[in-house]
């Protein structure tokens, strides 16, 4: 069975440097979000990307994160200057046009230290 | 607002134990509702959708919308159902199907 993969399982960086997350969707699926989960918190949706833009964003989502598909494979998300608080496990999912359900990735842990 | 709530972070119940994990939504509209599943070091995965109205794993949940709920029920609770719970709502009014999730309730069924 396809399923979505995120590399890689942990990133550990310095505050003020640049990290890329990565995802692979399942092949067929058109839909892809991201979401993140500091420890302890609820699942917190990020943004949704469609048709190769951006179709949502949350106010979390701000001019620090970008989000791309460099690719017919990856979906990346990046976060341009870390801070602190952006410590969290970073969700990727995955969606096809037959009904509601996202599939989703095991998770990026992302320590900021 | 459109909002999820769990109102219980842990819930410890034994073997062979009935199980309700609770789950209240706020939404205007017609939701989609959903239950995922987290075991320990794995992904999420999706437990119930409300609009198949299947039983997976011995685990029903029915809408309810006078009360606004949808709680996970499963009449005897096994060891290896100890894990956590996500109740989530897919934002459909937006037009992205975003879920919004509750906080998670995590279950222990103990022996």
């Known amino acids: 069975e396809p399923e979505v993969t995120q590399t890689p399982s942990h990133q550990v960086t310095q505050m003020g440097q640049e990290v890329i997350l990565r995802c692979v969707p399942i092949?067929?699926?058109?839909?892809f979000y991201w979401y993140r989960q500091i420890l302890g918190q609820k699942v917190e949706f990020l943004v949704s990307?469609?048709?190769?833009?951006?179709?949502?964003k949350s106010e979390i989502f701000d001019d620090q994160f970008s989000v791309e598909r460099p690719d017919g494979s990856n979906f990346t998300l990046k976060i341009r200057s870390t801070k602190l608080e952006d410590s969290a496990m970073y969700f990727c999912a995955s969606r096809g046009t037959g009904g509601d359900e996202q599939f989703f990735g095991p998770g990026t842990r992302l320590t900021v230290l | 607002a459109q909002r999820v709530t769990q109102p219980e972070k842990l819930l410890s119940v034994f073997k062979g134990a009935p199980v309700e994990l609770k789950c209240n939504y706020s939404?205007?509209?017609?939701?989609?509702l959903f239950w995922y599943v987290q075991y320990s070091r794995q992904r999420l995965q999706l437990l119930l959708r409300h609009i198949s109205r299947e039983s997976i794993k011995g685990f029903t949940a029915d809408l309810n919308k006078g009360e606004t709920s949808f709680h996970l029920k499963k009449p005897f609770a096994q060891e290896e159902d100890s894990a956590m719970y996500y109740c989530?709502?897919?934002?459909?009014?937006?037009?992205?199907?975003?879920?919004?999730f509750g906080t998670g309730t995590r279950l222990k069924v103990l022996a």
């Open positions: 092949s067929n699926h058109l839909y």
């Open positions: 939404y205007s509209g017609s939701p989609e």
């Open positions: 990307f469609y048709n190769n833009e951006i179709s949502e």
């Open positions: 989530a709502l897919s934002g459909r009014a937006s037009g992205t199907y975003k879920y919004i």
